[in-house]
């Protein structure tokens, strides 16, 4: 475990062991434990069905810098420490009101717990509290998913697996490609079954863009976007969202440079979202008819759909103003005010010389600041349309070199001043 995590466990460990209760490690952690990766999260589940056991353990467990989140209806809590945090559920049943709904939880046991999980390889517990590893094996795996994890093989652990949660076949193409496992036959037999059904027709369309979300969150950790779709495309999933929709070819290796982009960005970034620029570059070379009707049935509404359905098209105009663009000042004027989201786009879609000076723009021009400002033009004596004019003539030349110096600066301003002052023929 990471080290703020790993002393979080051993205080909520502490705090089980005196309280002699059952605290296991479950699913994604257990099995990258055993893969011999690096441990992200942590799941720890209560063994105990009363569904406030997990706040009441992540109570006893906290400090004074750690924040308690409890949602008693689902019987999970989540302590948070300033730089980490842990998931708590006590163990739990649950039920579908028809296929595609969201699961009734209720309470449950151990069994119970891991036989709801998506996949064999992660239904998977390690015991960790004192309790627990007395009356448990050192690893409780009750549908064979150490075999599945050595076969390298994503197993579904019954028939309506699909019926029940379609979205699971969203997330078996992101965590295939991520671990390079691949769908065993029977599931595959399993999903075909549920598509034929009709299974996404009552998952809602902010579900699915959940889990799409995350085809381009979970690039942080080595997932290929592009690779992803193209499982769901192969298993007619993405048609099956919504009729006609696939990935173009022509998509692919711009989504590929933003996975890679979204792992180890090119410049310091702040808060953007990659799924606005991966939804932009996946659906632009569909028709655009098609391009709405998949944001409307993934429920990307109002100002985001507005700018994801007019990213590819401003994207290419970039890329083409681009390649007439001389310097790095008419560089900066063409793609100051674009979103971090369009920015991004503009890199993966355009040619890898161009990538170079996008990048330059984006590490250093767009940071630079020229030595005067529209305030030292006022007290120069400019007035009007002329100072924004200046401003813009002395930001180009700035970054070109041109000018050096606030004199050079004040002098470049007060002859587009002069030049602004003359008469029209």
């Given at each position: ?12 460990l502490k705090a089980a062991d005196a309280e002699g209760i059952s605290v296991l490690l479950v699913g994604g952690p257990v099995r990258d434990l055993l893969l011999g990766r690096p441990l992200v999260d942590v799941d720890l589940l209560v063994e105990d069905p009363d ?26 809590a989540e302590l948070r420490a300033p730089e980490v945090s842990i998931d708590f559920a006590t163990v739990r049943s649950e039920s579908y009101a028809h296929p595609g709904a969201l699961p009734t939880v209720g309470p449950g046991d151990l069994a119970q717990d891991l ?209 007439r663009a001389r310097g790095r000042g008419a560089i900066d004027a063409l793609l100051t005010g674009l979103s971090e989201e369009a920015l991004f786009a503009v890199y993966v879609t355009a040619p890898p010389a161009m990538r170079r000076r996008i990048v330059r723009y ?64």
């Open positions: 475990m990471p080290p703020g995590a790993a002393a979080l466990t051993q205080a909520v569904p406030s056991r997990a706040g009441d353990l992540a109570d006893r467990a906290g400090g004074a810098d750690t924040v308690v989140i409890r949602h008693e209806r689902f019987g999970t036989a709801r999980r998506d996949f064999s390889v992660n239904a998977l517990a390690l015991p960790l509290s004192r309790a627990a590893r007395a009356a448990h094996p050192p690893i409780i795996d009750h549908f064979g998913g150490r075999a599945d994890l050595a076969a390298r093989k994503l197993r579904a652990l019954h028939e309506r697996s699909f019926h029940d949660d379609p979205t699971r076949a969203l997330r078996a193409a992101r965590l295939g490609p991520r671990l390079g496992f691949t769908l065993a036959p029977r599931t595959r037999g399993v999903l075909r079954n549920a598509l034929r059904d009709g299974c996404f027709g009552p998952v809602s369309g902010d579900r699915l863009r959940g889990e799409l979300e995350k085809v381009f969150d979970d690039a942080r950790r080595g997932l290929d976007p592009a690779h992803a779709l193209r499982m769901l495309d192969d298993w007619h999933v993405l048609a099956a969202l919504e009729p006609g929709l696939a990935l173009p070819e022509e998509a692919v290796l711009p989504l590929r440079r933003l996975g890679r982009a979204i792992a180890a960005p090119p410049w310091k970034t702040g808060r953007w979202r990659p799924w606005m620029t991966g939804f932009g570059v996946w659906l632009g070379p569909l028709p655009a008819a098609q391009r709405r009707r998949a944001l409307r049935r993934f429920g990307v509404r109002g100002e985001p759909g507005r700018r994801v359905a007019e990213l590819p098209r401003s994207a290419e105009r970039a890329v083409r103003a681009l390649t984006a590490g250093e021009d767009r940071h630079r600041r020229p030595p005067l400002t529209g305030d030292d033009l006022v007290a120069a004596g400019l007035s009007g349309p002329s100072i924004g004019r200046a401003l813009e003539r002395i930001r180009a030349a700035w970054l070109d070199g041109a000018v050096r110096s606030r004199e050079e600066a004040l002098a470049l301003a007060q002859e587009v001043a002069r030049r602004s002052r003359r008469p029209r023929r």
